[in-house]
């Protein structure tokens, strides 16, 4: 199969924070090829973060994501509040958590192609995915439009996205939790 990611049926979003492509077509279907393609574009580029948005542009009404990321990045938890979100598990093993306001635990689960691997969040509601596996890839629905820095709200009691440091060891320290739980 020809690279995906070098035809005319996606194009690059330079304006993302990480690399990123939004398919050309309407009608989308994602092979195993695909997939595998994903993870060399991954590796090509430094073992990056990947998002494969299968809508056309950021301001449709619905999103449909698929999502490679990788262990050892930190994503700061956040809420989008109008927004339900949901994952769908394809490869590789994620950790999610549910926060209260105050940054406690409210629930977490392990996802995985084999046992929980879909997993919804209602709006409004502090979440985190974390990569427990190598990598992982998912696919993530949403509403649309995005909404630039205001489609999200960053947890003010978690480590800044800034500091690499203190959010691994924020990830460790909920992973301890889950891991010994579950």
């Known amino acids: 199969m020809k690279n995906f990611f070098n035809s005319p049926q996606v194009r690059q979003d330079k304006n993302a924070r990480t690399l990123s492509y939004f398919c050309t077509k309407d ?15 991954s590796k090509k580029n430094g073992d990056c973060d990947i998002r494969l948005s299968l809508h056309k542009r950021p301001s449709e ?26 994952y769908q598990l394809i490869e590789g093993k994620m950790a999610v958590f549910v926060f209260d306001e105050s940054g406690s635990v409210k629930e977490s689960t392990i996802l995985s192609p084999e046992k929980n691997f879909i997993y919804r969040i209602p709006s409004n509601t502090w979440h985190i995915s974390i990569p427990i596996t190598k990598y992982v890839i998912f696919n993530e629905a949403k509403p649309g439009p995005f909404l630039g820095k205001d489609d999200s709200s960053f947890a003010d009691w978690a480590p800044d996205s800034s500091n690499l440091n203190e959010g691994k060891k924020y990830f460790a320290a909920l992973l301890g939790k889950i891991l010994v739980e579950k």
Do not use: C, D, S, W
Not at 28 to 33: L, P, S
Not at 79 to 85: A, F, I, M, S, Y
């Open 27 to 41: 009608v989308v279907a994602i092979t195993k090829e695909i997939i595998k393609q994903l993870l060399e574009e």
């Open 61 to 86: 009404e619905f999103h449909n994501m698929i999502i490679l990321q990788n262990k050892g990045n930190y994503y700061r938890p956040h809420k989008h509040e109008k927004k339900v979100e949901a």
